[in-house]
């Protein structure tokens, strides 16, 4: 592996007990069935090390992922045209910018955040994650919000 993220879907019966537990945990947190982290890490029974490890790691799979809006971070040298080919492809994906973030460069690194819309005509959103990821110049990507 060369150090980039990889995604995978599989099956919930091959998924480790903690990670669904941490699904549930999120879920108990987004419908407001839990108010704090404490609460529901305590109603699904795991700790909240476990919690905030593999809360970012762990999403359900949505058949209807289209008309969603996905919210990343990543951290990309300083180099001209890299976010030009960060918009290049989503653009190839069909997939609308709603907001982007670029702070100003430390160290020759900068950390991009962006929300975009995942359309109807959007490709596979794992590919388009990929391909960014792939880039040369991208060192970090992840999500921090499906919506």
Do not use: C, W
Not at 82 to 110: E, F, R
């Amino acid at each position: 592996m060369t150090g980039k993220s990889q995604y995978y879907v599989v099956r919930e019966k091959a998924v480790p007990e903690v990670l669904l537990k941490v699904v549930e945990a999120k879920r108990l947190l987004e419908s407001e069935r839990a108010a704090t982290v404490q609460e529901a890490t305590e109603m699904v029974g795991i700790s909240r090390s476990s919690f905030y490890k593999y809360k970012d790691d762990i999403f359900p799979f949505h058949e209807n992922t289209k008309g969603k809006t996905i919210t990343f971070v990543t951290q990309m040298d300083d180099e001209p045209g890299l976010l030009s080919d960060v918009l290049k492809v989503i653009a190839d994906y069909h997939a609308n910018v709603l907001t982007i973030h670029q702070t100003i460069p430390v160290n020759g690194i900068a950390s991009l955040t962006m929300s975009i819309d995942i359309l109807p005509s959007t490709g596979d959103t794992m590919d388009l994650f990929a391909e960014m990821e792939a880039l040369r110049g991208i060192h970090y990507l992840k999500i921090l919000a499906r919506e």
